[in-house]
């Protein structure tokens, strides 16, 4: 009788969902609406390729890998089933999302090519330090995952307990599998990653000029490229060394109560912060300097007190956002309520802070620097086309998940969830209003330059709909992970896996696209304001092609 392999379809149309919604906002960040492909967009989109590969390189889910849980019921990372999807996303997800990094460029548009008769070799572009750096955390993984190949595996222990009317005692605790049986997974992840990290390196050396850039921008952006990639791929490195000092940690229950302790997350904490804080080479055409137009608008000269205070506001959302999670003293009934709704009602108590934040700054501003008799400017455009899209499409995604998960409450014992996620969110969207209305409504400030007054506004109304666009994207999230076995039960045993109750436990596509989605969150939280209080150029007109000789 043949033996029959099943693919859970998931498994396929997982990674190209994702490579394909990764390569759509790469290919819009390089692409500016309007404008083309410019300095600038160039070296934003160098910016969202680090912040995605960086979400993509997580390896939380497979930490404890080749560990035997004491308890039966609870998740293991023991076998192939387990451990292929733990150790592939994140390895081969940086790797992907970097290539598609280079793939996003646009190709070269003008009938007449500036062409470059030298070679491109890797070593022309790679930053020195980085790479002998990233070399030395390669081989140090290398070594801690050879270690775990001399170490025997050994049964768990269920936990037991005894009273004898005095004291009491216990013991049992986790097992693992045999040492090679470890080594061989982890260091065959170490290969994968060193050999297409060198394979991306190529890419990036070999890919065509940008014409938006000179021939110098053009080898700084791979520079750029490669600090970028190197960084990633050594945390992702450490993070593997990481989990074979778990392995190693482990005491034999065997044996009788054991502390253990594991010294490599202390230096994979390290190599997290030095990566963090190794920051990439700059482009020359991006910033301000000879080869670009003086700076306007509020970064020019002596700034309004009005300007400072719009501009001192924003580094002031972040605490807004942390200040109702450590002031229980004051605020103890609204944090235990939330807390009571769960993750959601995190979320919302959370982002209804930032929003009464940013309304009262526009109240602040009214009340200390409002005139009645100044004029009110509105913005043409209050918010960019591109956050404009991303709010729609965070709403289209919650919409999606509220309406999956309450199509499938129908497990037993399970209660409609989704509503108070659902609630909270109406109430968040309710409580952006007065923001904005504080914005469209509040006097004009005497004393600014033209079209300065219209540009804070915007600035305003860019907050309020980050903070609605985050918020529906961390909801979407906190549902696929708290609800994951009722995407299981809607789409039926075949997309959980044959012969696995859809009840079983929780779903892992479910579970890792909503732990997608709260990184997506994050970075949208955090949307820089771009270019609105500043005098934008209308676009020069595009020279007619060149008839080709």
């Not at 912040?51 to 308890?71: E, Y």
């Not at 997974?185 to 050999?195: H, K, P, R, T």
Request: net charge positive; glycine share 10%; hydrophobic share 55%.
């Amino acid at each position: 009788m043949p033996v029959q392999f099943y693919v859970p379809p998931m498994l396929l149309l997982g990674p190209a969902i994702a490579a394909l919604l990764v390569y759509a906002v790469l290919r819009w960040v390089v692409w500016a609406p309007g404008t083309g492909t410019t300095p600038r967009s160039v070296s934003e989109h160098g910016l969202w390729v680090g912040v995605i590969g960086w979400l993509a390189s997580s390896l939380q889910g497979a930490m404890t890998l080749g560990i035997i849980p004491a308890n039966p019921t609870a998740a293991s990372v023991v076998n192939a089933e387990s451990i292929i999807p733990a150790l592939g996303w994140p390895v081969l997800g940086c790797l992907a999302v970097h290539a598609l990094g280079q793939v996003s460029y646009p190709g070269p548009r003008r009938m007449r090519r500036q062409a470059v008769l030298s070679v491109r070799r890797i070593r022309d572009f790679l930053p020195r330090r980085l790479a002998l750096t990233t070399a030395a955390i390669f081989v140090s993984a290398a070594a801690a995952i050879a270690r775990t190949a001399t170490l025997p595996g050994f049964a768990a222990v269920a936990p037991w307990t005894i009273n004898d009317g005095d004291s009491y005692n216990s013991g049992g605790g986790d097992g693992r599998i045999p040492g090679p049986e470890e080594a061989a997974w982890l260091g065959g992840a170490l290969l994968v990653l060193a050999v297409g990290t060198w394979l991306v390196l190529w890419l990036i050396s070999r890919r065509r000029q940008l014409e938006s850039l000179d021939a110098v921008d053009n080898a700084v952006l791979r520079s750029i490229a490669m600090n970028r990639l190197l960084r990633t791929v050594s945390m992702v490195a450490a993070g593997l060394a990481v989990i074979a000092g778990n392995f190693a940690s482990r005491p034999d229950p065997a044996d009788g109560p054991a502390s253990w302790t594991n010294f490599a997350a202390l230096a994979g904490m390290a190599v997290l912060v030095v990566m963090w804080c190794w920051r990439p080479p700059r482009l020359a055409s991006a910033g301000l300097g000879v080869r670009n137009r003086p700076e306007s608008g509020l970064a020019a000269g002596p700034r309004h007190p009005a300007v400072r205070l719009i501009s001192s506001l924003g580094a002031l959302l972040g605490l807004a956002a942390a200040v109702p999670l450590v002031a229980g003293v004051f605020l103890t009934p609204v944090v235990m309520a939330a807390a009571s709704l769960g993750l959601a009602g995190i979320v919302a108590l959370m982002a209804t802070a930032v929003l009464l934040a940013i309304a009262g700054g526009e109240l602040l501003l009214q009340r200390n620097y409002g005139s009645p008799e100044a004029p009110r400017g509105w913005p043409r455009q209050p918010v960019s086309p591109a956050l404009l899209t991303t709010a729609a499409l965070a709403l289209l995604v919650f919409l999606a998940v509220v309406g999956v998960t309450a199509a499938g409450p129908a497990l037993p014992g399970e209660e409609l969830d989704w509503v108070p996620a659902a609630l909270l969110m109406a109430g968040t969207a309710a409580v952006s209003l007065p923001a904005l209305l504080a914005a469209r409504r509040r006097h004009g400030v005497p004393g600014l330059p033209s079209g300065m007054d219209a540009a804070l506004r915007a600035i305003t109304v860019h907050r309020a709909v980050r903070t609605l666009a985050a918020a529906l994207t961390a909801q979407a999230a906190v549902l696929l992970l708290t609800q994951s076995q009722v995407w299981a039960a809607v789409l039926g045993p075949d997309a959980f896996g044959e012969g696995v109750p859809p009840a079983a436990g929780s779903w892992w596509p479910a579970a890792l696209a909503g732990s997608v989605l709260a990184g997506v969150a994050v970075v949208i939280a955090v949307i820089p304001v771009r270019m609105l209080a500043r005098d934008r150029p209308a676009p020069a007109p595009r020279p007619d092609k060149e008839p080709a000789t």
